[in-house]
Nanobody
Framework: QVQLIESGGGLVPPGGSLRLSCAAS????????LGWHRQVPGMTREFVAS?????????FYGKSVKGRFTISRNNNNNTVHLQMNDLGPEDTAVYYC??????????????????WGQGTQVIVSS
């Protein structure tokens, strides 16, 4: 089991920045892939970013956030951060921290594909 606690969501104007954080705990946290998906009501979850375990962990981004979002990970305390810059209204969503066994599985947005946090709301609006 893996428990995931997110923080850092909120309201930000267009062009602004936010930083999300997620702390992972539990027996199965070693060598897991951590990262984020997001979801808009009525839509399926969208892959945002992931980072695998280790100092040279592989990093992947979804097409819509590449170049604007940066994911980072602290393996010592199993935390992952998502720095979101140049935010636009299209980034408004609930952001979910996720843990999965590998990067390919991580991209799957179905509930059974890994462990999920409770979600944190991001609203981009003036």
């Amino acid at each position: 089991q893996v428990q995931l606690i997110e923080s850092g969501g909120g309201l930000v104007p267009p062009g602004g920045s936010l930083r999300l954080s997620c702390a992972a705990s539990g027996r199965a946290t070693s060598r897991i892939v951590l990262g984020w998906h997001r979801q808009v009501p009525g839509m399926t979850r969208e892959f945002v970013a992931s980072v695998s375990w280790g100092s040279g962990g592989s990093i992947f981004y979804g097409k819509s956030v590449k170049g604007r979002f940066t994911i980072s990970r602290n393996n010592n305390n199993n935390t992952v951060h998502l720095q979101m810059n140049d935010l636009g209204p299209e980034d408004t969503a609930v952001y979910y921290c996720k843990a999965a066994s590998d990067s390919a599985t991580f991209r799957d947005g179905t509930p059974s594909s890994g462990y999920w946090g409770q979600g944190t709301q991001v609203i981009v609006s003036s």
